[in-house]
Antibody
Framework: EVQLVESGGGLVQPGRSLKLSCAAS????????MAWVCQAPTKGLEWVAS????????YYRDSVKGRFTISRDNAKNTLYLQMDSLRSEDTATYYC???????????WGQGASVTVSS | DIQMTQSPASLSASLGETVTIECRAS??????LAWYQQKPGKSPQLLIY???SLHTGVPSRFSGSGSGTQYSLKINSLQSEDVASYFC?????????FGAGTKLELK
């Protein structure tokens, strides 16, 4: 069974940093691109970033470029999102997702809640 | 960026009814379109990819159609477990973008 389990969320002050992790199991992690998608409270979904199988290619939405870094450790079957210079508008639930066939996001974690507030 | 305009924002329907949700892209996305279902308090689940391909395990009452800039999701014979929010998403080009969502409730 494919499982994605996020961790590392919490309450953080504006301007500080937070690092999310996503532990993958039930599939060959190194064979799949991965992504982070966020959802602000009572709002819709927003793609945040994606990373290729080997980590050599990364893609970001404009609002997080230069502040967030997506990375992966294929030996540990883990995806990361380093979030720096956090803003109140980054407050959201962050989902880890697998890019399946045709790059569609075919498996999702349960989400990690991030609240940016003083 | 490709804008995804989804309608309606909310929908109320009866059990057994057929419902349709529409999604319009701001440019041709060449069938790079997925539909997701999200139940309250849960993570999104893939329903349809490539505009009209049913994801593994998804009931056949769900179907997708469309091309170019216009796409739709149809749910035949609505069941109580279909109460959820539905989102379209284009993956033709980065940045990937989602529709604002449709909240489906029972009448």
């Amino acid at each position: 069974e494919v499982q994605l389990v996020e961790s590392g969320g919490g309450l953080v002050q504006p301007g500080r940093s937070l690092k999310l992790s996503c532990a993958a199991s039930g599939f060959t992690f190194s064979n799949y691109g991965m992504a982070w998608v966020c959802q602000a409270p009572t709002k819709g979904l927003e793609w945040v970033a994606s990373i290729s199988t080997g980590g050599g290619n990364t893609y970001y939405r404009d609002s997080v470029k230069g502040r967030f870094t997506i990375s992966r450790d294929n030996a540990k079957n883990t995806l990361y999102l380093q979030m720096d210079s956090l803003r109140s508008e980054d407050t959201a639930t962050y989902y880890c997702a697998r890019h399946g066939y045709y790059s569609v996001m075919d498996a999702w974690g349960q989400g990690a809640s991030v609240t940016v507030s003083s | 960026d490709i804008q995804m305009t989804q309608s309606p924002a909310s929908l109320s329907a009866s059990l057994g009814e057929t419902v349709t949700i529409e999604c319009r892209a701001s440019e041709d996305i060449y069938n790079g379109l997925a539909w997701y279902q999200q139940k309250p308090g849960k993570s999104p689940q893939l329903l349809i990819y490539n505009a009209n391909s049913l994801h593994t395990g998804v009931p056949s009452r769900f179907s997708g159609s469309g091309s170019g800039t216009q796409y739709s999701l149809k749910i035949n014979s609505l069941q109580s477990e279909d109460v959820a929010s539905y989102f379209c998403q284009q993956y033709y080009d980065y940045p990937y973008t989602f529709g604002a969502g449709t909240k489906l409730e029972l009448k």
